[in-house]
């Protein structure tokens, strides 16, 4: 079965830090790209960060550079999202994504809530 | 980056009758490359998002034939040809072909 299991998610407060973690199963991890999408009330779905198959070739949204990293281990087929200096902006419903050609975002996760509250 | 504009953003629908939703872009989607990435998801109450339609028109397995999608440059629609209970929720166009990825503001359909 193809699918992506976050976790990781939680209570924080301002200036805090969070990692979140997804293993995905049923593709082949080692040659998709992945990326993490957030859903808040205030901003709708908004790409955060993608990763390319390698690890290297990487994407940041503007309001996340500098405070956030993403990363993956092909060998446990992981992809990771190291959240610091969280803020109250940060709120969202965190979730993994396969991200094939162009951003067609073809599986999700069931998603990981992040509450930046103090 | 690509503003996505959907409209309506609320359509109450009567079970069995049509529904149509539009997307506008405010540049256009064609890629260099030819194609055009504009993709439409699904969110039903709860759930994640799903992705329907991909590359303007295309649908993904297992997405009933009673959705479709269509349109080019910068306008764009998704048709529901006969609404069931099932199709209630949140959906969203996206454009990925111009980084960053960006998606519109969601159109809410639900039951009259």
């Known amino acids: 079965e193809v699918q992506l299991v976050e976790s990781g998610g939680g209570l924080v407060q301002p200036g805090g830090s969070l990692r979140l973690s997804c293993i995905a199963s049923?593709?082949?991890?080692?040659?998709?790209?992945m990326s993490w999408v957030r859903q808040s009330p205030d901003k709708g779905l908004e790409c955060v960060a993608n990763l390319n198959p390698d690890g290297i070739a990487k994407y940041y949204v503007d309001s996340v550079k500098g405070r956030f990293t993403i990363s993956r281990d092909n060998a446990k087929n992981s992809v990771f999202l190291q959240m610091n200096s969280l803020r109250s902006e940060d709120t969202a419903v965190y979730y993994c994504v396969r991200d094939p050609l162009y951003h067609e975002f073809d599986i999700w996760g069931l998603g990981a809530m992040v509450t930046v509250s103090s | 980056d690509v503003v996505m504009t959907q409209s309506p953003l609320s359509l109450p629908v009567t079970l069995g009758q049509p529904a149509s939703i539009s997307c506008r872009s405010s540049q256009d989607l064609v890629h260099s490359d030819g194609n055009t990435y504009l993709s439409w998801f699904q969110q039903r109450p709860g759930q994640s998002p799903r992705r329907l339609i991909y590359?303007?028109?295309n649908r993904d397995s297992g997405v009933p034939d009673r959705f479709s999608g269509s349109g080019s440059g910068s306008d764009f629609t998704l048709k529901i040809s006969r609404v069931e209970a099932e199709d209630v929720g949140v959906y969203y166009c996206m454009q990925g072909g111009a980084e960053p990825p960006t998606f519109g503001p969601g159109t809410k359909v639900d039951i009259k």
């Open positions: 590359t303007v028109s």
């Open positions: 049923g593709f082949s991890f080692s040659q998709s790209w």
